[in-house]
Structures are given as structure tokens and as C-alpha cells.
């Protein structure tokens, strides 16, 4: 079965540098979601969208933008970027159940360094 | 404080043997719990799922129980493998304002040694 793609799975940047990670939810998913997770600590959501709308805001340093296209899959913006911006950033995606059993499934992660 | 905490934060049992890991929350309103194994470099797996109204379930030797009136959790894993060594997250998630946002714990390193 097809999960979630995030592109690239590796990025070196330099401080300052701008930086865009793209993620591809499962098919028919309709919402996505952008987590954080630097060395030894958990993820830290930053922002979801569904239906191509944002639905909540996190811990997103206001460097950062996303958007969720036609198409569903998202892109993440990161622009100034600092040393503290290295980290894993995952993607997940999941279909809106009314029920609250929606499951979230999570890309690889993009391994984000800023040297 | 984390609003979900998780205890060991590190566990090593030998291949074979079995464990048990736990999970107290504060998140409110409670919405489900899942526990997630994170590989390395990996995005968390879901294992299980559960609802307010649930009190176990069971993914092939991974049993999770939810006691929601003391807002505890607990994975219970049978004759591990070594396969298993991995993170555990406990992840709530808050009914209502929001669509399905997360609250991670920090994750219990489990470590299954031959």
C-alpha cells in the first residue's frame, strides 16, 4: 500500500539559507500534518491542513510557511534558517473521521541539517 | 510539564521476554490514545488505537489497555523479538477544537538483546 512520501529525505543548509520540504499524503487522505523533532526530543506539531485550508497552527516560527496544493500533497517553507532549525521533520497524513479513530500515518521524515 | 509522560524512559530485556510500558496523561478532552513504534530515523508506526470507551486491545503481541478514569495506559509486549528494539510513543490526541492534533510523550527505548 502506498504511504506518505516526504522528499527530500536529506538537506544541508546554511544559516540563513531557505529550505522547502515537500510531503505526499496516502491517496484519498484529505488532511496533513507537519511535526518537528529535533535530537532526543519528541515531535513538536507545527501546523495542519484539510482540505487544502489550514486547520491548526503549533510551534511554527513564523520563518516558516506551509500550504497544501490541489493536489493534497503540502510543501513546507522554512526561509532564515538557524542552527536550531535541524532536526527530523516528519509529514503525516490522515482521512477526517468525525469519530475521532482517524489514525495519522507518518512519512520517513527529512533529516534537516543547518550548518 | 509534558501533558503525557511516559515511564521507563529507557527498558533492555532479553530476547524472549516480556514488558510492559507506561503512559499517564493529562491531555483533556480526551479523545484516543495510540502507541507508535519509531524506528531510528523513521516516522512513527501506528500499533494501536484506542477510543474513551475501550479498556484493551490487541495488534499480534502487542496489547495496549487504557484505564480512562485514571487516564492511564500501558503496552504490553510479548516474547519480544529483536525486531522490537525501537521507541514507544504514547500519543494522545484532544476531541473537538481541533482536527486530530497530537500530544506526544517523550517515548519509552526499548532495547531486546539476543
Known amino acids: 500500500a502506498a504511504g506518505v512520501i516526504q522528499s527530500p529525505r536529506h538537506l544541508i543548509k546554511e544559516k540563513r539559507e531557505t529550505a522547502t520540504l515537500k510531503c505526499y499524503p496516502i491517496?484519498?487522505?484529505?488532511?496533513v500534518y507537519w511535526y518537528q523533532q529535533g535530537p532526543g526530543q519528541d515531535p513538536q506539531f507545527l501546523i495542519s491542513?484539510?482540505?487544502?485550508?489550514?486547520?491548526d497552527k503549533g510551534s511554527i516560527p513564523d520563518r516558516f510557511s506551509a500550504q497544501q496544493f490541489s493536489d493534497y500533497h503540502s510543501e513546507l517553507n522554512m526561509s532564515s534558517l538557524e542552527l536550531g532549525d535541524s532536526a527530523l521533520y516528519f509529514c503525516?497524513?490522515?482521512?477526517?473521521?468525525?469519530?475521532?479513530?482517524?489514525?495519522?500515518?507518518f512519512g520517513p521524515g527529512t533529516r534537516l541539517l543547518v550548518l | 510539564k509534558n501533558q503525557v509522560e511516559q515511564s521507563p524512559q529507557s527498558l533492555i530485556i532479553l530476547e524472549g521476554k516480556n514488558c510492559t510500558l507506561q503512559?499517564?496523561?493529562?491531555?483533556?478532552?480526551?479523545?484516543?490514545l495510540r502507541w507508535y513504534k519509531q524506528d531510528t530515523g523513521r516516522g512513527p508506526v501506528s500499533l494501536t488505537i484506542?477510543?474513551?470507551?475501550?479498556n484493551t486491545k490487541s495488534n499480534g503481541r502487542y496489547t495496549a489497555t487504557l484505564d480512562a478514569d485514571t487516564k492511564q495506559s500501558s503496552l504490553h509486549i510479548t516474547a519480544s523479538q529483536l525486531s522490537d528494539s525501537a521507541s514507544y510513543i504514547c500519543v494522545v490526541s484532544v476531541r473537538g477544537s481541533t482536527l486530530g492534533r497530537l500530544y506526544f510523550g517523550r517515548g519509552t527505548q526499548l532495547t531486546v538483546w539476543p
Open positions: 503512559c499517564n496523561y493529562t491531555v483533556s478532552p480526551f479523545s484516543n
Open positions: 491517496p484519498r487522505h484529505d488532511t
Open positions: 491542513f484539510y482540505e487544502k485550508m489550514q486547520s
Open positions: 484506542m477510543t474513551f470507551s475501550e
Open positions: 503525516a497524513s490522515s482521512l477526517s473521521d468525525v469519530g475521532g479513530e482517524e489514525t495519522q500515518y
